[in-house]
């Protein structure tokens, strides 16, 4: 079965400091990976998306990055963190399209503080 | 591009009685419908969806909901709710349109507070 995970469950940085969220997917190939964030208060915001190695799309622009170096691999980096960047960062991937897996399957999430 | 209305923010129930968590999205054309929850500080959990066949989908903990087409909302349904369905619900929409097939469109989330 497939499975997603995602590290740390909690972060506490400085503002200016670096960032670095990682997201693995096991039992599957070829995943359609997300990153959304939310904010205090707030719904769920679409950050990037990538539908293979390489390949990144960018909902909104922002201070943060992604990139997908392998297969089941998604890391979300800030170079310099700002406190607006605070929020909960969800990791997620897609099922297959005309299949019974359709719909998105969730990590459990880091919760991230700038300070 | 789709958009998707939870009109209630918080629903404050007894525990027990029923519940209709409402969802609402805006385009006619056709659609897979979600549902999730989200209890404190974790991931979303998938409830239920809608993909093809029958307008009424049972999903777990005894929760279902009701696709209709003509008013574009698949409200969510509990019959009788325990303490333990406090938590955040959100509804999602996505396009079958191929070009659209890789954006899940969510509400603004409905927080259910189910009270003893």
């Known amino acids: 079965s497939q499975t997603i995970h995602q590290w740390p469950a909690t972060l506490v940085q400085p503002v200016g400091s670096p960032l670095s969220l990682e997201c693995t997917v096991e039992?599957?190939?070829?995943?359609?990976l997300y990153w959304y964030r939310q904010a205090a208060g707030r719904g769920l915001q679409l950050l990037f998306y990538?539908?293979?190695?390489?390949?990144i799309s960018s909902e909104v622009p922002q201070n943060l990055s992604a990139s997908r170096p392998q297969d089941r691999q998604f890391i979300l980096s800030s170079k310099k963190l700002l406190l607006s960047d605070s929020g909960f960062y969800l990791c997620?991937?897609?099922?297959?399209?005309?299949?019974?897996?359709?719909?998105?399957?969730f990590g459990s999430g880091t919760r991230l503080t700038v300070v | 591009a789709q958009s998707v209305t939870q009109l209630d923010s918080q629903v404050p129930v007894f525990e027990e009685a029923p519940v209709e968590l409402r969802c609402n999205y805006s385009s006619s054309v056709s659609v897979y419908l979600f549902w999730y929850v989200q209890y404190p500080n974790q991931g979303l959990q998938l409830l239920l969806k809608?993909?093809?066949?029958?307008?009424l989908v049972k999903g777990i903990n005894g929760f279902e909901a009701e696709f209709n087409k003509s008013q574009t909302s698949f409200h969510l349904r509990k019959p009788s709710v325990h303490i333990s369905d406090t938590a955040e619900y959100f509804c999602?929409?996505?396009?079958?349109?191929?070009?659209?097939?890789?954006?899940?469109?969510f509400g603004s989330g409905t927080k259910l507070n189910v009270k003893p």
């Open positions: 999602a929409v996505s396009d079958v349109l191929k070009r659209n097939f890789n954006k899940f469109y």
């Open positions: 809608y993909l093809s066949g029958s307008t």
């Open positions: 990538s539908v293979g190695i390489g390949q």
């Open positions: 039992g599957t190939s070829n995943p359609n």
């Open positions: 997620a991937w897609r099922g297959k399209t005309g299949t019974p897996n359709y719909g998105y399957t």
